[in-house]
């Protein structure tokens, strides 16, 4: 009977020493590992890939995290990535004639887009008006449906182009990053604004020293 306590003693020790071992060389491995496979996946996710659209006008560079499944619509297209449970990132891309025909957006348009977190108290709301390769451009943030959405809108003399992303149910700071990096490199068909007036300097006569 000792000998069989002894043997079952040193069996639970040894199975208690074993795993224990196993788990502080997986807590070591993941350490060491974690952090450089999420900045691989971060890296691929943010990776551009060229893409041009003659129907629509444009041409950008796009995240690879949104490539997936392409649909085509009357005036747009969607770009995806499926996700197995629940739906993952994704891109939509509209077109439409600008009626105005200007390099600018409608003053009365922008005042409403500046302002529509404090009359529809939209959660995480911002706006930002800039300069896109040379076009006037503003990229609206917002929480809907329980999920960020990227707006940008992108105007030319002959169309408005919004870009829309979600980053799904997948990593939030990441494709909100990846849409923007996305946006910035927007390209849109037709005629580039004229370059600023050239200052005038006016050249006085130097004055003559009185004697």
């Known amino acids: 009977m000792m000998k069989t306590q002894l043997s079952t003693q040193w069996i639970v020790g040894l199975s208690i020493l074993f795993i224990g071992a196993l788990v502080l060389a997986g807590e070591g491995y993941l350490v060491q590992w974690l952090p450089g496979h999420r900045e691989r996946v971060r890296l691929e996710a943010l990776k551009p890939i060229p893409y041009k659209n003659d129907k629509l006008g444009i041409e950008l560079q796009i995240s690879t995290g949104f490539n997936g499944t392409t649909e085509e619509f009357a005036g747009g297209v969607r770009i995806s990535r499926p996700k197995f449970m629940g739906f993952g990132p994704s891109i939509t891309i509209t077109s439409?004639?600008?009626?105005?025909?200007?390099?600018?957006?409608?003053?009365?348009?922008?005042?409403?887009?500046?302002?529509?977190?404090?009359?529809?108290?939209?959660?995480?709301?911002?706006?930002?008006?800039?300069?896109?390769?040379?076009?006037?451009?503003?990229?609206?943030?917002?929480?809907?449906?329980?999920?960020?959405?990227?707006?940008?809108?992108?105007?030319?003399?002959?169309?408005?182009?919004?870009?829309?992303?979600?980053?799904?149910?997948?990593?939030?700071?990441?494709?909100?990053?990846?849409?923007?990096?996305?946006?910035?490199?927007?390209?849109?068909?037709?005629?580039?604004?004229?370059?600023?007036?050239?200052?005038?300097?006016?050249?006085?006569?130097?004055?003559?020293?009185?004697?």
Do not use: H
Request: net charge neutral; glycine share 2%; with cysteine.
């Open 96 to 211: 439409q004639p600008n009626p105005d025909g200007t390099f600018e957006f409608d003053p009365r348009a922008l005042a409403k887009w500046q302002t529509d977190d404090v009359y529809l108290k939209i959660p995480r709301y911002s706006f930002v008006r800039e300069k896109i390769n040379n076009r006037d451009a503003v990229i609206i943030e917002q929480l809907k449906d329980r999920t960020m959405l990227v707006t940008a809108r992108v105007v030319s003399p002959e169309r408005i182009v919004e870009i829309s992303c979600t980053p799904g149910q997948e990593d939030e700071a990441l494709y909100i990053q990846a849409c923007e990096e996305s946006v910035r490199t927007l390209k849109v068909a037709g005629p580039y604004p004229p370059p600023p007036p050239e200052p005038i300097y006016e050249l006085s006569p130097p004055s003559r020293k009185k004697k």
